[in-house]
C-alpha cells in the first residue's frame, strides 16, 4: 500500500479556497485516489476519489496530474465548518483496508 | 450508503477488565474493518472481519488482545481484552461500498481505561 504525504496543519480564512496537496511516489498503477474529512468525535466521511486528470462533486474538486504522485485536494470558499482533518488515501478498489497517514489539521478563521 | 451504529458509544473501564464493542450495519456487506484512534492521532487499522472466517490482523495486534466475532452479514464485535490505560482510545467499525470503493465509518467508541 502506498504511503501517503501531507502537510500536519494549515490555516486559512472563511470564503478562501483552500488547496491541500499529498504526495504518494509509490502509488500503484491499479490504486485509486481517496480523501476522507474527519470532525471531533464523528468517524471519517468521504470526500471524494479520483484515479486521474479531475474529479469535481458537491463538496470538492481532486485533482491529479498525469504522474499520479500527487494530488490536491481543492475546498471552494471554506467556510468555519470545514475546520476538520483531511486524509488522504492511496489503495486499489474492492475490500480495501484503509491506511491512514497522519492527516492535515485544517483551520478555518472567521 | 451504509449506516452503522456502535454500542456502547463511550464507556469507562478498570484495568484488567474487557469490553466487547458491537457494531451494526443496515445492509449486508462482506467485510467489517476495526480501526483504533488515540487522542489526537490519525487512524490505525486493527484487523479486517470477514463473515465466516477467522479475523486478518495487522502487525502489532493479536487475536488473544482484540478477539474479534463476524456472526453474520451486518454485525461485528470487538473485544478489547485485559484492557491498560494504554488502551484508552476510540475504536471505529468501517464498511465498504464495493460498488463505489467509498468507506462507511461508525461513530466510534470512545474507552477510558483507569
Not at chain 1, 472563511?14 to 490504486?31: K, L, M, P, R, Y
Not at chain 2, 487522542?39 to 479486517?48: D, F, K, V, Y
Amino acid at each position: 500500500l502506498a504511503k501517503t504525504t501531507q502537510p500536519i496543519s494549515m490555516d486559512s480564512y472563511e470564503g478562501q479556497e483552500v488547496n491541500i496537496t499529498c504526495s504518494h511516489n509509490n502509488i500503484a498503477t491499479n490504486d485509486y485516489i481517496t480523501w476522507y474529512q474527519q470532525f471531533p468525535s464523528q468517524g471519517p466521511r468521504f470526500i471524494i476519489q479520483g484515479y486521474k486528470t479531475k474529479v469535481t462533486n458537491e463538496v470538492a474538486s481532486l485533482f491529479i496530474p498525469a504522474d499520479r504522485k500527487s494530488s490536491t485536494l481543492s475546498l471552494p470558499r471554506v467556510s468555519l465548518s470545514d475546520t476538520a482533518v483531511y486524509y488522504c488515501l492511496v489503495g486499489s478498489g474492492g475490500y480495501n483496508k484503509l491506511i491512514f497517514g497522519a492527516g492535515t489539521r485544517l483551520a478555518v478563521h472567521p | 450508503s451504509a449506516v452503522i451504529s456502535q454500542k456502547p458509544s463511550r464507556d469507562i473501564c478498570q484495568r484488567g477488565t474487557s469490553l466487547t464493542i458491537q457494531c451494526q450495519v443496515d445492509s449486508q456487506v462482506t467485510m467489517m474493518f476495526w480501526y483504533r484512534q488515540q487522542p489526537g492521532q490519525s487512524l490505525t487499522l486493527i484487523a479486517t472481519a470477514n463473515q465466516g472466517s477467522e479475523a486478518t490482523y495487522e502487525s502489532g495486534f493479536v487475536i488473544d488482545k482484540f478477539p474479534i466475532s463476524r456472526p453474520n452479514l451486518t454485525f461485528s464485535t470487538l473485544t478489547v481484552s485485559n484492557m491498560s490505560p494504554e488502551d484508552s482510545s476510540i475504536y471505529l467499525c468501517s464498511v465498504e461500498d464495493t460498488t463505489s470503493n467509498e468507506q462507511f465509518f461508525g461513530p466510534g467508541t470512545r474507552l477510558t481505561v483507569l
